[in-house]
């Protein structure tokens, strides 16, 4: 997740806009992809609701015809309104998707895991052979019409190039890109998920790491006095 995000930064103009869905490719993006100018990151919040970033992207497109638009999105996001890559090709709304597919809702699983031991439903895999589970998105996007769908196949050297492609269309583009469910190499270090505290029943050094983790990201008794912000050269917030 975090190679396409650098790949993505070097090809999108600074002033090209993201829109970002939930989860992990919503906290990674906030994290480690530099924004240049305002109004260019239009993430869902912390409540991070699936189904957002597909139809924002095409309303920031509609709004600023002349600038790029990428849509960053994790695969069980984008099938939420995947109905809406219809709208994109019936009105000529060439914004380009970017589907990070680790084959599940990742970031669910590892909030049960978290809160409550276990996970249930949340990685997508084959019934009979446990196999990990996945639409052929390239072939969707083309059922719905898209002239540039692609499925990057080696890590070293096509996600930059696949997504220049699909800038360069200037036409609806979906680049998929699969990677790892394993959040500690895919993603960035997530902090702070505190809209939905532990389970009555979860054990009490879940609460008690909540009780810290929720503590620590409101700096609840934190000295910030010394606390110096460093900014990269450019970047906003």
Known sequence: ????????????????????????????????????????????????????????????????RDTPVVCIIGDGDFMMCVQELATCVAY????????????????????????????????????????????????????????VATRVQRVDDDIGPAIRRALDSNAPALVEVPITRDVSIAASNVVGWWDFPPVPGAPDAVKTDYAAGLAAEQHEGRDTSQVRIVKAEGAVG
Not at 38 to 57: D, K
């Open 92 to 147: 000529g709304i060439p914004v380009v998707f970017l589907v990070l597919n680790n084959a599940g809702y990742i970031s669910i699983r590892d909030g049960q895991d978290a809160l409550m031991g276990r996970n249930i439903i949340s990685e997508f895999k084959h019934q009979k052979s446990g196999q990990p589970y996945s639409v052929d998105f390239p072939a969707l996007a083309k059922s719905f019409g898209f002239e």
């Open 1 to 64: 997740m975090l190679r396409t995000l650098k790949e993505l930064r070097k090809v999108l103009p600074r002033h090209g806009i993201v829109t970002v869905g939930s989860g992990h490719p919503q906290s990674s993006t906030k994290q480690d992809f530099p924004v240049y100018e305002p109004r260019t990151h239009i993430t869902p919040g912390s409540y991070s609701p699936m189904g957002f970033a597909l139809p924002a992207a095409i309303g920031a497109k509609l709004a600023k």
